[in-house]
């Protein structure tokens, strides 16, 4: 497994939780890369990405203001600090790496996806 994310659980409304993603390989300090997330019922939507060197962000509508993306690519690792949550924010939250260096809110620019990690808020 190269991408390894862990941090969920379960948390109420309102509640903070910072996810991880450990790259074991080490590959993708010159990528951009990702976390993307899986509702019950629903289908893989994008939650937020970032460039290669971190400058660059982006994020869904849906936890814009609420989540944060960053990177340490010194320690080989992506983090996504989740605020506010709210039950809508329910799913399993993978991470990935990206094929280029730039941001990408699509599932098909990414090449690496890590096993998700699953994150449960209650109202």
């Known amino acids: 497994v190269q991408l390894q994310a862990s941090g969920g659980g379960l948390v109420q409304a309102g509640d903070s939780l910072t996810l991880l993603c450990t790259d074991s390989?080490?590959?993708?300090?010159?990528?951009?890369m990702g976390w993307f997330r899986r509702a019950p019922g629903k289908d893989r939507e994008f939650v937020a990405s970032?460039?290669?060197?971190?400058?660059?962000?982006d994020y869904a509508h849906s936890v814009k203001g609420r989540f944060t993306i960053s990177r340490d690519n010194a320690k080989n690792t992506l983090y996504l600090r989740m605020n506010s949550l709210k039950p809508e924010d329910t799913a399993v939250y993978y991470c990935?790496?990206?094929?280029?260096?730039?941001?990408?809110?699509?599932?098909?620019?990414?090449?690496?996806w890590g096993q998700g990690t699953q994150v449960t808020v209650s109202s």
């Open positions: 970032i460039s290669w060197n971190g400058g660059s962000t």
């Open positions: 990935a790496t990206a094929l280029r260096s730039g941001t990408s809110s699509s599932t098909s620019s990414y090449r690496y």
């Open positions: 390989r080490r590959t993708s300090s010159n990528n951009g």
